[in-house]
Nanobody, 124 residues
Framework: QVQLVESGGGLVQTGGSLRLSCAAS????????MGWFRQAPGKEREFVAA????????YDKDSVKGRFTISRDNAKNTVYLQMNSLKPEDTAVYYC?????????????????WGQGTQVTVSS
């Protein structure tokens, strides 16, 4: 049974930082790409960042470049999203996902397993 569990969300003021974690279990994920997505109320789920199996390639949504950093620790089966300089428009439920392939993609439909999400709220 594959399981992804996100943590680290919360309420933060504009300009603050949060670090999201996603712990994976059920199989070894070191060979697979992983990603972070977010969904704000009334909006579709959107890509935030993704990382290749080795961590050598990362991809970020333009609006988070320079502020968010995705990383992974394969020994711990965990992927992280460091979020700095947060803005109210970053408010959303953040989801991690795994794609059972080595290739990184930004389309949610190409990911195979999802966590339950963690709420991030940025106050102005």
């Amino acid at each position: 049974q594959v399981q992804l569990v996100e943590s680290g969300g919360g309420l933060v003021q504009t300009g603050g930082s949060l670090r999201l974690s996603c712990a994976a279990s059920g199989r070894t994920f070191s060979n697979y790409a992983m990603g972070w997505f977010r969904q704000a109320p009334g909006k579709e789920r959107e890509f935030v960042a993704a990382i290749s199996w080795s961590g050598g390639s990362t991809y970020d949504k333009d609006s988070v470049k320079g502020r968010f950093t995705i990383s992974r620790d394969n020994a711990k089966n965990t992927v992280y999203l460091q979020m700095n300089s947060l803005k109210p428009e970053d408010t959303a439920v953040y989801y991690c996902a795994v794609r059972l392939s080595t290739g990184v993609r930004i389309t949610p439909q190409l990911y195979d397993y999802w966590g339950q999400g963690t709420q991030v709220t940025v106050s102005s």
